[in-house]
């Protein structure tokens, strides 16, 4: 809250002439009486004193009694206007409560948030009933942070602020999951002949007609110009990215009111990672091998100074997604050696767990880079409420990419993905997340 211009009333009053005279003239003039001068004065001094006070005092009352559930009466520039800390934990709008520390509680009455069938926007790389997944109790969890209420998801409020905007989700195939699951959560609150979806490249844009507004993703797994950015043929091993060269892509997010990025999964190639001093046009190239932790502060930077030279604080909120978790060794949990997230259907109790799936250098790189920028940037710490969730995965119930061999089909281990998730599912729980930091940042 911006604090209130302190005002101070000086009063000068000219001394008589003549007392005596003075004296006589106010009392032959009862309307001049000094008494009823004061009187006035005092009125006005204490009305522009109190009016401050009352001021504050209602400013107060409403930061600490705003309902978990937003109301439509709310401006918009609470979702854009606001400059929330880059790095803070502390994630709600009562400043002890960080929405990302808490539990995974049964709600049969209010989940799935959508149903999978009802949704046609869904990839059928993540619908997992369609593809004979037999159990369902993955749906029915919602997250309760320990010491606040998560804010239940508005669609309507959500789209009334999304009127005459923009809204993008740039980086890799699990910021598309996140991107998937807030079309389908606001879909069914449009009338069918106002919506369509339409790709072009790296960019899928679902637009709103009626609303004038669009929900777009555009696939970037690095941020940075790399030689995985084809959105269709992607899979390199030996895997590149060109240093400085975030414009490459940048320049197709400019104008965006809304800005949620990921990156993480693709820089994990290993211990170390290849960085291209130069162009990718360059006859010879000059590569230069880094660590991970090193390349991926690089690209942390990268992003960080985009969003300082090209979003305007004051009208857009940006958003970081932290790693998404995987569940390739079942060991990390006490399960099969040999085993994975394949048939898991039970998520994870241990509160301190931490897959070796997910390494705590990049968090710690995160928190680094994040911690000393200035940069308004509002960080979604999704990885330890995610960890938890091993049954959550599309396993073996997807879409493949290429005909399954016979070996394959005799060991479904070999071919489970536990890297993306079901919907409806956990990414709902994401934007969820989302969707209360928009509005209670």
């Known amino acids: 809250m911006e ?27 009862p309307r001049l009486s000094p008494y009823l001068l004061c009187l006035l004065a005092f009125i006005v001094i204490v009305t522009i004193l109190s009016g401050q006070d009352f001021r504050c005092i209602f400013n107060h009352l409403d930061s600490q009694t705003k309902p978990n559930v937003p109301s439509s009466t709310q401006k918009k ?61 993955y749906r029915y969890w919602r997250w309760q942070p320990h010491d606040c209420s998560l804010a239940s998801f508005n669609a309507t409020l959500m789209l009334e602020t999304l009127r005459g905007k923009r809204m993008m ?30 790709t072009s490249g790296s960019l899928t844009v679902f637009t709103a007609k009626d ?18 950015d084809d959105a269709v043929i992607h899979r390199v091993s030996d895997r590149v990215v060109r240093k400085g060269s975030i414009n490459t892509h ?9 800005m949620v990025f990921n990156t993480y999964l693709w820089w994990m190639t290993g211990l170390n990672f290849k960085i291209l001093q130069g162009s990718f046009d360059d006859q010879i190239q000059d590569i230069a091998e880094v660590s991970t932790e090193v390349a991926y502060r690089m690209g942390m930077k990268s992003m960080l100074r985009w969003v300082n030279r090209n979003m305007d604080p004051n009208k857009t909120r940006v958003f970081f997604t932290s790693m998404s978790p995987s569940h390739g060794k079942s060991i990390d949990w006490g399960g099969d050696p040999n085993g994975n997230c394949y048939n898991e259907t039970a998520m994870i109790k241990d509160p301190n767990y931490w897959g070796s799936d997910t390494r705590k250098s990049i968090m710690q790189v995160i928190d680094q880079v994040f911690s000393r920028t200035k940069v308004p940037i509002t960080f ?60 209670y940042p």
């Open 3 to 29: 604090g209130y211009i302190e005002r101070k009333l000086h009063m000068r009053m000219k001394p008589p002439n003549s007392s005596s005279s003075s004296l006589i003239v106010l009392r032959k003039s």
């Open 77 to 137: 520039s609470e979702a854009f206007g606001s400059s929330s800390s880059s790095s803070s934990s502390s994630s709600s709008s009562s400043s002890s409560c960080d929405l990302f520390k808490g539990r995974w509680v049964w709600d049969e009455s209010n989940r799935p948030l959508y149903e999978e069938s009802e949704c046609p926007y869904i990839q059928p790389q993540l619908t997992c009933l369609q593809h004979g997944r037999p159990d369902t109790n």
């Open 169 to 198: 989700f740039v980086g890799d195939s699990l910021n598309r999951g996140q991107y998937v699951s807030m079309v389908c959560l606001l879909h069914s609150h449009i009338p069918q002949h106002s919506k369509s979806m339409k």
């Open 211 to 228: 609303y004038n507004a669009t929900i777009e993703f555009y696939w970037a797994p690095f941020l940075l110009e790399s030689n995985s």
């Open 250 to 258: 940048g320049r197709h997010w400019k104008g965006v009111d809304i």
């Open 380 to 439: 979604l710490n999704i990885t330890q409420l995610s960890s938890y969730r091993k049954d959550a995965h599309t396993s073996i119930y997807k879409q493949q990419w290429s005909p399954l061999t016979p070996e394959q089909l005799a060991n479904p281990v070999s071919y489970a993905d536990c890297v993306h998730w079901c919907l409806p599912g956990l990414q709902d729980t994401w934007n969820e997340l989302l969707f209360h930091k928009l509005f």
